[in-house]
Nanobody, 124 residues
Framework: QVQLVESGGGLVQAGGSLRLSCAAS????????MGWFRQAPGNKREFVGI???????AYRDSVKGRFTISRDNAKNTMYLQMNSLEPEDTAVYSC??????????????????WGQGTQVTVSS
């Protein structure tokens, strides 16, 4: 099993930046496909991005060019660098891990482990 703990959320003005961290324990993240989801009040949980074991990444269209996922296997930590933040990015962000890579990586039900989430609030 792997435990995931997010940090780095907070309040930022539109146009600002935040970097979220997802620290893993129990297993090394190099063996997992890792990603981020977010959920705003009243909205469905939505896919943000993924980094596969291969190192390849994919993002939802609305964050492409603004968000970057990276991982430091030596620190057993994944990151989400968020630039040019918009009020629409306001949500609870959760990191996830999956043992198996699936074509439906955007579906939250395909992930085995979840963190507790960290709040990101972008003011206009």
């Amino acid at each position: 099993q792997v435990q995931l703990v997010e940090s780095g959320g907070g309040l930022v003005q539109a146009g600002g930046s935040l970097r979220l961290s997802c620290a893993a324990s129990g297993r090394t993240i190099s063996t997992y496909n890792m990603g981020w989801f977010r959920q705003a009040p009243g909205n469905k949980r939505e896919f943000v991005g993924i980094t596969w074991r291969s190192g390849n990444t994919a993002y939802r269209d609305s964050v492409k060019g603004r968000f970057t996922i990276s991982r430091d296997n030596a620190k057993n930590t994944m990151y989400l660098q968020m630039n040019s933040l918009e009020p629409e990015d306001t949500a609870v962000y959760s990191c996830v891990a999956a043992r198996v890579a699936r074509s439906t990586y955007y579906d939250w039900t395909n992930y085995d482990y979840w963190g507790q989430g960290t709040q990101v609030t972008v003011s206009s």
